[in-house]
């Protein structure tokens, strides 16, 4: 079975600072992971994804990840962040082939950004 | 390109009436079809989903049912709803074809409150 464990429930940043959003899965097998940004009222809109390519994923909106096996990491960074960045933020990892329809969901992390 | 369609954005129904959400995408064929719900200030549970036209698995015993009647077309019902069926209710789709690299693609969601 497949699990994902967001580090943080919640990071507050000042607008134009880095941002930093931790997740760690575990996989018997070579995971497929997402991160996904939800803004309030709002479905869960796909950043990312790595899928067995580059290490370092770029995405959305200047987000970019890096899956590190070793640690069975999957951060999210952002060099900068943005007002329009405040929203919360799932870690996600794709199920193995054998059962292949149910996707594993971290718990989120809400972000806020300061002026 | 896919799109996914849900409706209504938001309902406030009394308890004990009945209850239908639909969902439907377009621009793919005989994709893996998805009902989850979002708590307020929780995770996402997963209710429903469905591999194929009238192939629903449930994931936990509730007040809830789905259907597929068509290929692109998923429905969210209940008979009688309850105080604890308040929530933000998302549907979402995911490509069939190397599925197992496939993102989940939500739509807006449905906010419910029942009264």
């Known amino acids: 079975a497949q699990s994902v464990t967001q580090l943080d429930s919640h990071v507050s940043v000042s607008e134009g600072t880095p941002v930093l959003l931790r997740c760690n899965y575990s996989s018997s097998y070579s995971p497929s992971l997402f991160w996904y940004v939800q803004h309030p009222n709002k479905g869960l809109q796909l950043l990312l994804k790595?899928?067995?390519?580059?290490?370092l994923v770029k995405g959305i909106n200047g987000f970019e990840a890096e899956f590190k096996k070793s640690e069975t990491s999957f951060h999210l960074t952002k060099p900068s962040a943005h007002m329009s960045d405040a929203a919360e933020y799932f870690c996600?990892?794709?199920?193995?082939?054998?059962?292949?329809?149910?996707?594993?969901f971290g718990a989120g992390t809400t972000v806020t950004v300061r002026a | 390109s896919q799109t996914i369609h849900q409706w209504p954005a938001t309902l406030v129904q009394p308890v004990g009436s009945p209850l239908s959400l639909e969902c439907t995408v377009e621009g793919t064929s005989n994709p893996n079809l998805y009902w989850y719900r979002q708590a307020a200030g929780r995770g996402l549970q997963l209710l429903f989903y469905s591999v194929g036209i009238g192939q629903i698995s449930s994931e936990v015993p509730q007040n809830l049912s789905a259907s597929r009647p068509q290929d692109r077309q998923f429905i969210l019902s209940s008979k009688k709803l309850l105080l604890s069926d308040s929530g933000f209710y998302l549907c979402?789709?995911?490509?069939?074809?190397?599925?197992?690299?496939?993102?989940?693609?939500f739509g807006n969601g449905t906010r419910l409150t029942v009264t």
């Open positions: 979402a789709w995911r490509a069939v074809l190397s599925s197992y690299n496939s993102p989940l693609h």
């Open positions: 790595y899928t067995s390519a580059a290490t």
């Open positions: 996600v990892v794709s199920p193995l082939p054998s059962n292949d329809y149910k996707l594993s």
